[in-house]
T-cell receptor, first 109, second 113 residues
Framework: GESVGLHLPTLSVQEGDNSIINCAYS??????FIWYKQESGKGPQFIID?????DKRQGQRVTVLLNKTVKHLSLQIAATQPGDSAVYFC????????FGTGTRLLVSP | NAGVTQTPKFQVLKTGQSMTLQCAQD?????MYWYRQDPGMGLRLIYY???????DKGEVPNGYNVSRLNKREFSLRLESAAPSQTSVYFC????????????FGDGTRLSIL
């Protein structure tokens, strides 16, 4: 899950594994959520979004799950590749977009 | 297709100096944003421009000013830099303000001594 500390939580996986990155959001009234990927030295990259009236949304190799009961969001990456190594963070929107601090994904060949 | 371009990529300033960070997008987007990213914190919105000709304060606007020069360009100015403004600054754009930031530049790494 995400952390407000200086050291990002890290998820280490092997190439080909499925990865699950978690995010706990704070506002039960948030109506829109986004996952971003940020590679070292680069700007954030939009991956996938989901509205609060949905539980699941799929993209190319990625799936976002939303559990509003426990205010939890997850990003599943299928068949993880070395190029997926990055920091992933979620953002929730209620009147304004609030960003999490992220989880570092390390993919070993 | 360049997307969002920020200049400079790196800059070191002395306390009290002024500086303008430049941002341009080539996607014909209406909305543009300036964020700062600090260790241990999520991105924080400094200012945004929902459409050409308008600008609004975000979460942390103090010490900054912005100019939406035209639809393509949105600049961020530090009039009198302070060490607390040492950060990585990202510009972003989206089709409209309701879409939220979709495309980010690669950032300007700014150090204030």
């Amino acid at each position: 899950g995400e952390s407000v500390g200086l050291h990002l939580p890290t998820l280490s996986v092997q190439e080909g594994d499925n990865s699950i990155i978690n995010c706990a959001y704070s506002n039960s009234a948030s109506d829109y959520f986004i996952w971003y990927k940020q590679e070292s030295g680069k700007g954030p990259q939009f991956i996938i979004d989901i509205r609060s009236n949905m539980d699941k949304r799929q993209g190319q190799r990625v799936t976002v799950l939303l559990n509003k009961t426990v205010k939890h969001l997850s990003l599943q990456i299928a068949a993880t590749q070395p190029g997926d190594s990055a920091v992933y963070f979620c953002a929730e929107n209620f009147q304004k977009l609030v960003f999490g601090t992220g989880t570092r994904l390390l993919v070993s060949p | 297709n360049a997307g969002v371009t920020q200049t400079p990529k790196f800059q070191v300033l002395k306390t009290g100096q002024s500086m303008t960070l430049q941002c341009a997008q080539d996607m014909n987007h209406n909305s543009m944003y300036w964020y700062r990213q600090d260790p241990g914190m999520g991105l924080r919105l400094i200012y945004y421009s929902a459409s050409e000709g308008t600008t609004d304060k975000g979460e942390v606007p103090n010490g900054y000013n912005v100019s939406r020069l035209n639809k393509r360009e949105f600049s961020l100015r530090l009039e009198s830099a302070a060490p607390s403004q040492t950060s990585v600054y990202f510009c972003a754009s989206s089709e409209s303000h309701s879409h939220q930031p979709q495309h980010f530049g690669d950032g300007t790494r700014l150090s204030i001594l």
